[in-house]
């Protein structure tokens, strides 16, 4: 069937989709769920490589991969070549993630392609960035976790390096992707031009450190693991009650103030060693120790009313069932549901961005490989015989 737009905020928009495993599908999801019409090219069947997110059917694939269209390319084949070509000049995105050499060897690099299309966006997503001495290496999420100063800072002190347990390099490079190309079709708009872009997974790690690196580039500190404590912010972080374990967060004098109250402590408010945040620095370890003993004469649940009722930031730590019990998560109505025609009823966390006029939802499931492929060639012109003699000549 035609595009379902999951949204009409980008449903004028057509994206080809020349991605694979997790960064560049997120930057197109991510475009999808907006409502532009998401062409996702990939090999034949017979021609594919480990591409898929644990398989088709996986739980992976079907929430990385909803609200596109999927067709397939032999692009080994000069036909398969032109077709992707025929497509492109029809659309306003392109986004790829081969290797840097890649799109020049088969002729679809931004330069060649601008000619028929000059209002085209251009995205590419790597390891580490379109040139320079690393350029050419195989990017890995844990690799730019490591490379790019995460892993230095993540864990307990003196338990060496630890990875984040979700693929945050792959997810933020796409969402960037996807950030930078809103921004380029903005600007055309004003200009008519498009113009190529391009980000990597060491880059948006760089970037996500956020606080830490101004830390070394302008104080000349360099961050170390602070556990599950806030390496600045004194008291913050994991703290254990009588039944299990919570997060607090106290951020300024007067937050300080009510927490000392409500934990029954205020003779900390004038104690030199805890009264300001320099003498709780110093002495952290101390203080930790009696919010724990503290803490430890009560439940999760009375901590987390008392403290929020204070105004004191407070919360459990969720596993990931226990966060869809979270009456704030379904308040907020996070999980949509889409009925996929291969695998049945499905639901798949949405957007976090709530658009009053112009929401996102998700109309369509994730597709099977080249599910699409007959009915796109059609829209470019194609008539019923010349697509079966490109089956034929397995150009799909």
Wanted: charged residues 20%; glycine residues 10%; hydrophobic residues 40%.
């Amino acid at each position: 069937m035609p595009h379902m737009p999951a949204s009409s905020a980008l449903s004028r928009f057509r994206v080809i989709d020349l991605t694979q495993v997790r960064a560049g599908p997120t930057a197109c999801r991510q475009l999808a769920d907006w409502g532009a019409d998401v062409i996702q090219v990939q090999m034949p069947e017979h021609m594919r490589g480990d591409d898929t997110l644990g398989g088709q059917e996986g739980s992976d694939y079907q929430y990385t991969h909803r609200n596109k269209r999927s067709v397939t390319l032999n692009l080994k084949q000069p036909e398969g070549i032109a077709l992707l070509k025929r497509l492109i000049a029809g659309a306003d995105v392109v986004v790829e993630n081969f290797r840097p050499d890649v799109k020049f060897r088969l002729g679809i690099d931004y330069d060649t392609l601008v000619g028929d299309n000059p209002g085209l966006v251009y995205a590419s997503i790597s390891g580490f960035g379109q040139t320079g001495p690393y350029a050419s290496r195989p990017g890995f999420d844990q690799i730019a976790q490591g490379m790019g100063g995460l892993m230095s800072v993540t864990g307990l002190p003196g338990d060496g390096p630890v990875r984040v347990g979700i693929p945050i390099a792959d997810l933020c490079a796409g969402i960037f992707a996807a950030q930078g190309i809103l921004v380029a079709l903005l600007e055309r708009g004003a200009s008519g031009k498009g113009q190529w872009l391009h980000t990597s997974l060491l880059e948006s790690m760089v970037y996500m450190m956020d606080f830490q690196t101004s830390r070394w580039l302008i104080d000349g500190e360099v961050p170390s693991q602070a556990g599950n404590y806030h390496p600045t912010s004194i008291p913050t972080g994991v703290y254990k009650a009588r039944d299990g374990y919570l997060n607090i967060a106290v951020f300024g004098s007067k937050i300080w103030e009510r927490f000392c109250e409500i934990l029954g402590a205020p003779e900390w408010i004038g104690d030199p060693r805890y009264h300001d945040k320099a003498g709780r620095s110093v002495n952290r370890d101390s203080l930790n120790a009696e919010i724990n003993r503290r803490l430890a004469d009560q439940d999760c649940a009375y901590w987390i009313e008392q403290f929020n009722a204070g105004g004191v930031a407070c919360g459990l730590i969720n596993d990931v069932r226990a966060v869809f019990e979270e009456p704030q998560v379904q308040h907020l109505g996070m999980v949509k549901e889409v009925e996929s025609r291969h695998l049945g009823h499905q639901r798949l966390v949405g957007q976090p961005v709530q658009l009053e006029r112009t929401p996102s939802t998700i109309a369509r499931a994730a597709p099977r490989r080249g599910e699409h492929t007959e009915e796109v060639l059609a829209e470019l012109g194609l008539d019923a015989a010349e697509i079966q003699r490109l089956r034929a000549a397995s150009v799909f």
